[in-house]
């Protein structure tokens, strides 16, 4: 409810048809804009995020090569496609659609899921502050990596972030890193 959206990317969609909203009471209305990466539009049409698209605004950023068929598919739903050129082969330019996302005036974006999209962000230098959630017990072999194939040091030992806050819950503990 802080952020003016939400940032998701479609494998995140894909593995866990998330919602993305606020579900507190009394803070439905509050819910951000929802923003999904999709750079060929193959969001599907059965996903809760589609489902509820006249409820709660939802953007979905393709590329500019995206199949009109599918960006007309997913207009009718509800959503509003933005196209953006495409960075490489597996991914979208994320300063471009840094700067879609600010012409429709959106000034705070929480980036919160999946690996690849938040070492993508990481990566490009894109991110002025990092919540960081550790637990005391590694995640076994199938787990996720917190950034894809960027190393955690990336965010903990870099010069570009300093720690701005610290919190423990239980076991686990929360590292709250700014830009240095």
Known sequence: AQS??????IGTVLADDP???????????????RVVLDQSLRLPGASRL??????????????????????????????QVIRVPAANASGLDLPAVLRALAGKGITRLMVEGGSRVASSFVAADLVDEIWLFR?????????????????????TQSQAYKVH???????????????A
């Open 4 to 9: 003016d959206a939400i940032l998701v990317g």
């Open 19 to 33: 919602l993305l909203t606020c579900r507190l009471p009394g803070m439905a209305a509050r819910s951000p804009v």
């Open 50 to 79: 589609i489902g509820s698209a006249r409820e709660t605004p939802l953007w979905v950023v393709g590329s500019e090569l995206a199949e009109a068929a599918a960006a007309t598919r997913l207009g009718a739903t509800g959503a």
């Open 135 to 155: 637990g005391t017990e590694a995640v076994g072999s199938g787990g996720v990596d917190a950034l894809d194939a960027l190393p955690l040091s990336k965010i």
């Open 165 to 179: 806050a610290s919190e423990t819950f239980v076991k686990d503990t929360l590292t709250v890193y700014e830009r």
